[in-house]
């Protein structure tokens, strides 16, 4: 897994990227990570031996870390 920085904002708005593709946003809320990590606890397969990345989108072009 590949995070951009963590941040503490009550919300899931996250988008998940592929190795190999551009990397959307700078920061990510903490709840964002626990959803995805929640997800792929519960199906295993899910991004199995894959490199993926997510970031909140809405951050995108920042030109530091959303806070």
């Not at 626990?34 to 920042?62: C, H, L, M, W």
Request: net charge positive; with cysteine.
């Amino acid at each position: 897994m590949r995070l951009a920085w963590l941040n503490d904002k009550n919300d899931t708005n996250y988008t998940v990227t592929q190795k190999g593709e551009e990397y959307i946003g700078v920061s990510v809320s903490r709840k964002s990570c626990a959803q995805v990590i929640t997800k792929i606890i519960n199906n295993p397969k899910k991004y199995s031996r894959e490199s993926i990345g997510f970031a909140d989108p809405t951050t995108q072009g920042s030109s530091r870390p959303v806070y």
